[in-house]
């Protein structure tokens, strides 16, 4: 298998690429259980955010990081955008998704009691990834829908053209294939 040899926060990992389409393959990173990764990275990124009052993000891979930072910054809670309804959630708010890996179009979910505690808040918006940015940008319009302040918009690596970005903090580019 073909690898491509990423460097962040002073870690190496060599991420297997593989074929999305037949005109682009990207390299899979995963930090679900990269323990070390999401320790090492979070007080880079959090060290590079304005000051907020939470931490945002969208499941599932950005929520090891929301976690870190959080802790990081001293903030007792975070707050996850789901991707489906759940039964514990009152009248969720809600956007459409697409993202880079997942063809299928998807919304992005917030409660009702989380939209609350964010309303007029300073949040941050993080990610493990951000490539075509459309993740990103449903998040953001989610958040912005419960009257939350997006003041800054972070990911440990910005993949393709995302490198180019102003408007997101980001540790390293990630090449596409
Ligand atoms: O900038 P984009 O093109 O939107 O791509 C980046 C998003 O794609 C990945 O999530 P994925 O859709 O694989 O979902 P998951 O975290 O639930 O696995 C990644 O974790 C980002 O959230």
């Known amino acids: 298998m073909k690898t491509y040899t990423l460097h962040v926060a002073?870690?190496?990992?060599?991420?297997?690429?593989?074929?999305?389409?037949?005109?682009?393959?990207?390299?899979?990173?995963?930090?679900?259980?990269?323990?070390?990764i999401v320790k090492k990275t979070a007080p880079m990124i959090a060290?590079?955010?304005?000051?907020?009052?939470?931490?945002?993000?969208a499941e599932a891979k950005g929520i090891p990081l929301a976690y870190e930072i959080s802790k990081v910054l001293n903030l007792d809670e975070y707050i996850v955008a789901r991707k489906s309804v759940k039964a514990y959630m009152e009248e969720p708010i809600e956007v459409e998704l697409h993202s880079i890996t997942t063809t299928?179009?998807?919304?992005?979910?917030?409660?009702?009691?989380?939209?609350?505690k964010i309303k007029g808040k300073r949040v941050a918006l993080v990610d493990d990834v951000v490539s075509t940015g459309q993740s990103?940008?449903?998040?953001?319009r989610l958040i912005e829908k419960?009257?939350?302040?997006?003041?800054?918009?972070?990911?440990?690596?910005?993949?393709?053209?995302?490198?180019?970005r102003k408007d997101i903090i980001f540790l390293e580019a990630l090449p596409t294939f």
């Open 136 to 140: 990103l940008k449903a998040l953001e």
């Open 104 to 116: 299928d179009s998807q919304k992005l979910y917030l409660n009702n009691l989380d939209a609350k």
């Open 146 to 164: 419960a009257g939350a302040n997006v003041v800054a918009k972070a990911a440990i690596l910005a993949e393709g053209d995302a490198k180019d």
């Open 10 to 36: 002073g870690l190496t990992r060599e991420l297997p690429i593989i074929k999305l389409s037949y005109d682009l393959s990207i390299a899979s990173f995963v930090i679900l259980g990269d323990t070390e």
């Open 47 to 57: 060290k590079k955010l304005p000051e907020v009052d939470f931490v945002v993000t």
